[in-house]
C-alpha cells in the first residue's frame, strides 16, 4: 500500500521566491496534517483539514503561509514570499480515525538562501 | 495546554540489552491516544506504538512496550533485545481531539 506521497523531497529556493509544497494522503484518509519540524521549535502542527475542510489553522506562523485541499487526495502548503527562516523540513500527515494514529510523509527539506 | 516532556535528550544502549525512554505528559483530558514514533536518520517518522488512554493494558509490538501511567501522567517506551537498527530519534506523542503534540526527542545510540 502507498503511504503518503509528498513532493518534492528537497527545495532550495532563494528569499522572496515562491513556494509549494506538495501532499497526497493515503487513500480513504480523511484528515490530513502539515507539520514543520525545526531544531529550534521541534515538531509544529501547522494546520489540519477533516473531509478536505480546514479545522484548525492556528498553527499557520504568518499570512505568508496558506494551505489547501481541493480534494481528497491532495493539498498544497504554499509560502510567498518565503523567508530564510522559513528553512525546515515540513511533514504531512494523514488519519483515517478522528484523533487516532497519524501516518507521515517521508517530508520535504527546504532551504531558503 | 498539554505539553509532552522527554527528560533524557540522548540514551545509550548495548547491542541485546534492554533500554527505556521517558515520557510525561500535561492534560486534564480523561480521553487521548499516545504514540512513540521513530525519525531514523532518513527523517521518516515510523510509528512504533500505540496507547488508548482509556485502556489499562499496557501496549506492546514485538520488542516494544509501553509503561502507561494515566494517574501519574507517564508513558514510557521499552526497547528489549536492543539492534542496531533501532538507532534513531524517538519522539512521543499526545493526541486530543487531533490536537497532536510531540516531545523533544530522545536520541538512542545502539552500541555493538
Known amino acids: 500500500d502507498a503511504g503518503v506521497i509528498q513532493s518534492p523531497r528537497h527545495e532550495v529556493t532563494e528569499m522572496g521566491q515562491e513556494v509549494t509544497l506538495r501532499c497526497k494522503p493515503i487513500s480513504g484518509h480523511n484528515s490530513l496534517f502539515w507539520y514543520r519540524q525545526t531544531m529550534m521549535r521541534g515538531l509544529e502542527l501547522l494546520i489540519y483539514?477533516?473531509?478536505?475542510?480546514?479545522?484548525?489553522d492556528s498553527g499557520m506562523p504568518e499570512d505568508r503561509f496558506s494551505a489547501k485541499m481541493p480534494n481528497a487526495s491532495f493539498s498544497t502548503l504554499k509560502i510567498q514570499p518565503s523567508e530564510p527562516r522559513d528553512s525546515a523540513v515540513y511533514f504531512c500527515?494523514?488519519?483515517?480515525?478522528?484523533?487516532?494514529?497519524?501516518?507521515f510523509g517521508p517530508g520535504t527539506r527546504l532551504t531558503v538562501l | 495546554a498539554q505539553t509532552v516532556t522527554q527528560s533524557q535528550p540522548e540514551m545509550s544502549v548495548q547491542e541485546a540489552e534492554t533500554v527505556t525512554l521517558s515520557c510525561t505528559y500535561d492534560t486534564s483530558e480523561s480521553d487521548y491516544y499516545l504514540f512513540w514514533y521513530k525519525q531514523p536518520p532518513s527523517r521518516q517518522m515510523i510509528l512504533v506504538i500505540r496507547q488508548e488512554a482509556y485502556k489499562q493494558q499496557n501496549a506492546t509490538e514485538n520488542r516494544f512496550s509501553v509503561n502507561f501511567q494515566k494517574a501519574a501522567k507517564s508513558f514510557s517506551l521499552k526497547i528489549s533485545d536492543s539492534q542496531l537498527g533501532d538507532a534513531a530519534m524517538y519522539f512521543c506523542?499526545?493526541?486530543?481531539?487531533?490536537?497532536?503534540?510531540f516531545g523533544a526527542g530522545t536520541r538512542l545510540t545502539v552500541k555493538p
Open positions: 483539514f477533516n473531509n478536505n475542510v480546514p479545522i484548525d
Open positions: 506523542a499526545y493526541n486530543n481531539n487531533n490536537d497532536m503534540r
Open positions: 500527515a494523514s488519519s483515517s480515525v478522528w484523533a487516532d494514529t497519524q501516518y
